[in-house]
């Protein structure tokens, strides 16, 4: 007498199980279509716009976080050196070249989620930004990444092993709205040294 409703309902607890994880999978898996690339620095130019595919605006609605408009800027991230590396803490990294056209950009590291890291003690630079940056004569400019402080600009990452990101942000940049993106040329990333090897 409830066999048959206890398989049904067995069926449709393993059919939803099921679509919801592989929902789930595919959300990690990937944050949409249409990226663009530039050494180690990618950028989703349609992740906020009205064109922007389902996986990307799945995210966007999972996340909760507001992006920038077409117009309003362009978010990079990197997830590796211009080696192919992945960014671990206990790494010391340098930044180093211009940035595209933009009225200002920021840095700071993140974490595998997009959640700014901490600095090793309260009061360390954890992001860095175009007004703020020291140049050389050719407006190029070079920034350290490590847990110990260093001279000129240093971005503080805390001390262990867990890998991280790096987030640029263009900001009221002529770039961010057109197909000219693929062009330009982003600081490259170099792994100097690490704290284990």
Same mark, same amino acid.
């Given at each position: 007498?409830?066999?048959?409703?206890?398989?049904?309902? !067995?069926?449709?607890?393993? %059919?939803?199980?099921?679509?919801?994880?592989?929902?789930?999978?595919?959300?990690?898996?990937?944050?949409?279509?249409?990226?663009?690339?530039?050494?180690?620095?990618?950028?989703?130019?349609?992740?906020? !716009?009205?064109? *922007? $595919?389902?996986?990307?605006?799945?995210?966007? %609605?999972?996340?909760?976080?507001?992006?920038?408009?077409?117009?309003?800027?362009?978010?990079?991230?990197?997830?590796?050196?211009?080696?192919?590396?992945?960014?671990?803490?206990?790494?010391?990294?340098?930044?180093?070249?211009? !940035?595209?056209?933009?009225?200002?950009?920021?840095?700071?590291?993140? @974490?595998?989620?997009?959640?700014?890291?901490?600095?090793?003690?309260?009061?360390?630079?954890?992001?860095?930004?175009?007004?703020?940056?020291?140049?050389?004569? $050719?407006?190029?400019?070079?920034?350290?990444?490590?847990?110990?402080?260093?001279?000129?600009?240093?971005? *503080?990452?805390?001390?262990?092993? *867990?890998?991280?990101?790096?987030?640029? !942000?263009?900001? @009221?940049?002529?770039?961010?709205?057109?197909?000219?993106?693929?062009?330009?040329?982003?600081?490259?990333?170099?792994?100097? $040294?690490?704290?284990?090897?």
């Amino acid at each position: 007498m409830f066999r048959t409703p206890l398989v049904i309902a !067995t069926a449709l607890a393993v %059919a939803f199980g099921l679509g919801i994880l592989s929902s789930i999978y595919a959300l990690r898996a990937t944050v949409g279509f249409g990226a663009i690339a530039l050494g180690p620095w990618t950028a989703f130019p349609a992740a906020q !716009t009205i064109d *922007a $595919d389902p996986y990307a605006k799945a995210h966007r %609605a999972r996340d909760g976080k507001l992006l920038l408009g077409a117009a309003e800027g362009l978010t990079f991230t990197a997830a590796k050196d211009s080696e192919n590396r992945s960014l671990v803490e206990n790494c010391r990294y340098e930044i180093q070249g211009i !940035t595209p056209p933009a009225r200002l950009w920021t840095l700071h590291a993140a @974490d595998r989620n997009g959640n700014p890291l901490p600095g090793t003690l309260p009061g360390l630079p954890t992001g860095i930004n175009a007004w703020s940056v020291l140049r050389s004569a $050719d407006s190029s400019f070079s920034i350290r990444i490590a847990a110990s402080a260093t001279p000129g600009n240093w971005l *503080a990452v805390p001390e262990g092993k *867990a890998p991280f990101l790096l987030v640029m !942000t263009l900001l @009221d940049t002529p770039t961010a709205g057109s197909s000219g993106v693929i062009d330009l040329t982003m600081p490259g990333i170099t792994r100097l $040294d690490c704290a284990d090897a």
